[in-house]
Nanobody, 125 residues
Framework: QVQLVESGGGSVQAGNSLRLSCAVSGFTYSHDCMGWFRQAPGKEREGVAGISTFLAGPFYADSVKGRFTISRDNAKNTVDLQMSNLKPEDTAIYYC??????????????????WGQGTQVTVSS
């Protein structure tokens, strides 16, 4: 059974940093894309960062480029999202996602087959 478990969310003031981690189990993910998505209240889920084994990357949404960094540790089966210089508009539930196939389409959440339960990130001004 595939499981993705996020951790590291919390409440911070604008300008500060947080690091999210996703622990992956029950799935050999060495040939796919791992991504982080977020969903704010009343908004659609959006992809913020992705990392792929086969494609040059990683990939980031324009809104987080230069502030967020995605990384993966195949030995530990984890995918992390380092978030720096956080802004109030980064407030959302953050989800870890896994895709079995080649490609890292952050614009399409339906292209990812497995999802974690989400972790809340709140940034106050």
């Amino acid at each position: 059974q595939v499981q993705l478990v996020e951790s590291g969310g919390g409440s911070v003031q604008a300008g500060n940093s947080l690091r999210l981690s996703c622990a992956v189990s029950g799935f050999t993910y060495s040939h796919d894309c791992m991504g982080w998505f977020r969903q704010a209240p009343g908004k659609e889920r959006e992809g913020v960062a992705g990392i792929s084994t086969f494609l040059a990357g990683p990939f980031y949404a324009d809104s987080v480029k230069g502030r967020f960094t995605i990384s993966r540790d195949n030995a530990k089966n984890t995918v992390d999202l380092q978030m720096s210089n956080l802004k109030p508009e980064d407030t959302a539930i953050y989800y870890c996602a896994a895709r079995r196939y080649v490609g890292c389409p952050l614009q399409s959440s339906s292209a990812f087959q497995y999802w974690g339960q989400g972790t809340q990130v709140t940034v106050s001004s």
